[in-house]
Each structure stands twice: as structure tokens, then as C-alpha cells.
């Protein structure tokens, strides 16, 4: 288990609902990835390089909705900037599986 965090802790990573818009395909990242468009609702379209093609076609992920981090900074991945976090779990290859929503909710929703 890792380390205890207070409640503050928590409240500062901003967790939000988005709905991804584009999937592209990134030759340039050292790990297979896809660049992805996220919208936000009211904070606006985000991006995020993910390493998700072992599970994920592009086409499969137009639509979904995802949780992401929206408060990093901006981190640069080869050519491309990426501006928000997707979250998943490793499986037992280490591939990601994209954390879920159960049921829709407005693309920006924060977790709480």
C-alpha cells in the first residue's frame, strides 16, 4: 500500500469525465501509444498521449468515456504535448485497461 495522504491530498488531483473525440496513432512515441483528443465539456478538448493499443482498436475509443487527471502540467512526448492524464490499470502483461464510468455522466464531471 502506499503512503497515507490527507484529504487535501485527494482534493488536489482533479479527476474529470471526458468523452474521446480523435484517435490518432503515435509513431514517434518510444512505446506503442495513440494521441487522443478528450473533450472536457466546459474546461474544453484536451490531449493525452495513452499507451492503450494492445486493448484498444482507434475506432473502439471514438465515444468513450474516460477519467483523466486534468491538473499536471503540460508534458512533452516526442512532437506532441500532452495535456491531461488517461487513468487505467496494468493487466497481468502489463498492458492498460482504461479505468470506466459505469453509467454516462457530462463530459468535465470531477470525481469526487
Known sequence: MAELITWADFESVDLRAGTIIDVEDFPKARKPAYQLRIDFGKLGILKSSAQITAHYKKEDLIGRQIIAVVNFPKKQIADF??????????????????????????????LI
Open 81 to 110: 504535448m500532452s495535456e491531461c492524464l488517461v487513468t487505467g490499470f496494468p493487466d497481468e502483461n502489463g498492458d492498460i485497461v482504461l479505468s470506466s464510468i459505469e453509467r454516462k455522466v457530462p463530459d468535465g464531471t470531477r
